[in-house]
């Protein structure tokens, strides 16, 4: 029921730190979109911008169109989830979900029904007269969530809520987030710099680096087709394959080996090739070589790791293959590998423009 | 074993002697304010009961008179009680006061200004006696309960530890809470005030008992009986002993020695739970 909109935002911090720097972003309704990127980045303080916790130094911000820049949190109507909960730790967690409520007025019958009728959604019904110290972190976090959720706001913002949870939770988390996200329609932001997490939960993806977002859209869009060698290293798991290279007399030179099939890139520049994993293959004429360094079976298939050769023994480059069938492979055996050139990627190292 | 069983004699040995040799003097002068005033005069210090507990004590609790020409000890406990209480909560109040607005409200002379609050512990009461005396004096508070109270009431050690706990406590707390729509006084007394629950009660125990055994500004405060807190009253029942050709009744002092004694240990002793509690441990 909410759009948000952000235009030209930028946050210094009093420190001088540029935090943010020139975000542009629509959000329409209903959406779930997801803020991921390196430690440090600024995914934080722009939700928390977003939530109203701090100044915006420069752009404007709007709900449904309405500015919202001098609006305080409480008016903003949003709804928000920590990261290590931050619930009352006196309350019970019923007075923890209705504290905002009461706050705003609501009849205590209405405020009664609200709270149970989101407790039983969220399964902690049984725990409403408990404590937070009396509760497990997963139901911990449910309480977190109901907490949010209780207040029907027009956002709700989550700041890697998941994180303090174990591996095995916090997939189970993941998926009810995304279900009841779902069910309830509300426009939500989640960061987070997992990105396991961020390709699971997105409707759209923002990967941000350095203050800016490097490139928004769907995980999809973002793994096939990445704009920057940024957005190409930093999404997929595992990474993808990045070889140094440049361009000599119409081939693309990787290491000693010359690869056929590329055209008009610049020479003289440094360049980077990127190729998936999945996107590369065992064949007996392929152009790459790789002396085998350790074979990880995962059941359904098996990443195979190897140094490339061709390449300086002091800096090797080591190059990633995800082969389907369970190969039987020694370390230190040679094999060649081919992958398909027109998806394969080549940047610009210098400015980390993707080129190809 | 055999190293050990001489350890614990030993080490329980000391602890014994200590208690004994902390404890002695309230044992005498409890013992002493059973017995009558010859006694006393004839005998010196009395080492066990006497026969006169009822009447000395219901003769200094009770009876106008009694002790002093005109206040009973009830009414100078009283006094000390209103003192006490009013020391504690007027210190909790504003040291709770001063750290909630020096650590949630971003103005600019947060921090030196509780440098300034702090250096006050270099400026205590006794130095300041004459000026703070003028002041309550030219306010026309001598011989009053405000008098009494408010030139003691900042506390800068109280604020220091208010604001210690404050900025222990997450801030994600303040945020939800501002998300929840809780103002600043909401914040206060629905998050912050439980959480101190049990800082509060500590500093109100301590506070009560420096409070009541306040000495040199109630001695300087107050000129006229009925405003007499019950230390003051130990002091001034020495002037009233000698006075006349009677019989001295130091038993009477030991009386009121040990009703000046008695509330202090029982706050503490009811409350001591709390109050380690409050001191070792907090709930985040
Ligand atoms: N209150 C602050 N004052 C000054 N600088 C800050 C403040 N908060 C964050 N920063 C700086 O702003 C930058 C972005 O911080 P932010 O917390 O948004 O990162 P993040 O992307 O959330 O990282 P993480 O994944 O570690 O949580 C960092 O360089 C940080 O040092
Ligand atoms: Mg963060």
Partial sequence: MSTLTLSGINKRYDNGAHAVRGVDMEI?????????????CGKSTLLRMVAGLENITEGEMKIDGVRINETSPADRDVAMVFQNYALYPHMTVFRNMAYGLS?????????????????AMLRIGDYLERKPAQLSGGQRQ?????????????????????????????????????????????????????QTEAMTLADRLAVINEGKVEQMGSPMDLYSDPKTLFVASFIGSPHINLLPAS????????????????????????????????????HPEGGIEISVDLVEQLGADSLIYGAVSGFDSAEPEELCVRAGEALQLAPGERIKLNFEVDRAMVFRTDNGERLV | ???????????????????????????????????????????????????????TYNEVLFVEGGVMKKVTALEMLGNSMILGLGFAIGKVVISMSAAYAIVYFRFR?????????????????????????????????????????????????????????????PEELLEAARLDNAGPMRFLIDVLVPLSKTMIAAIMIIMFVVGWN???????????????????????????????????????????????????????????????????????
């Fill in chain 1, 28 to 40: 329409s309704d209903g959406e779930l979109i997801v803020f991921v990127g390196p430690s440090g």
């Fill in chain 1, 103 to 119: 706050n705003r007025g609501m009849a205590a019958s209405e405020i009664e029904a609200k709270v149970r009728e989101t407790a």
């Fill in chain 1, 142 to 194: 449910r309480v977190a969530m109901g907490r949010a959720i209780v207040r029907s706001p027009k956002l709700f913002l989550f700041d890697e809520p998941l994180s303090n949870l174990d591996a095995k939770l916090r997939v189970q988390m993941r998926i009810e987030i995304k279900r009841l996200q779902r069910e309830l329609g509300v426009t939500s932001i989640y960061v987070t710099h997992d």
């Fill in chain 1, 247 to 282: 361009f000599e007399a119409g081939q693309l030179q990787v290491g000693a080996t010359a690869l056929p099939g590329f055209e008009g890139l610049p020479e003289a520049v440094p360049l980077m090739l990127g190729i998936r994993p999945e996107h590369i293959a065992q």
């Fill in chain 2, 1 to 55: 074993m055999n190293n050990s069983f001489w350890r614990k004699l030993s080490t329980h040995g000391i602890l014994i002697l200590g208690t004994i040799f902390m404890s002695a003097p309230v044992w005498v002068a409890f013992m002493s304010s059973t017995h009558a005033a010859d006694t006393l005069f004839r005998e010196g210090l009395q080492y066990w009961f006497g026969g006169h507990f009822f009447e």
């Fill in chain 2, 109 to 169: 002379l947060a921090t030196p200004l509780f440098w300034v609050i702090f250096l006050t512990l270099l400026l205590p009461l006794e130095v300041r006696i004459v000026p703070s005396y003028e002041v309550v004096a030219g306010l026309g508070l001598l011989n009053t309960h405000t008098g009494l109270i408010v030139p003691l009431i900042a506390s800068a050690t109280g604020t220091f530890f208010f604001r210690q706990y404050f900025k222990s406590v």
């Fill in chain 2, 214 to 284: 306040q000495y040199l500004w109630p001695l300087i405060m107050t000129t006229e009986e009925n405003s007499y807190t019950i230390v003051i009253g130990i002091k001034q029942i020495y002037q009233v002993l000698s006075e006349g050709g009677e019989l001295p009744q130091f038993q009477k002092a030991f009386a009121l020695t040990i009703l000046a004694v008695l509330p202090p240990v029982l706050v503490v002793l009811v409350f001591q739970s709390w109050f380690v509690k409050g001191l070792v441990e907090s709930e985040k």
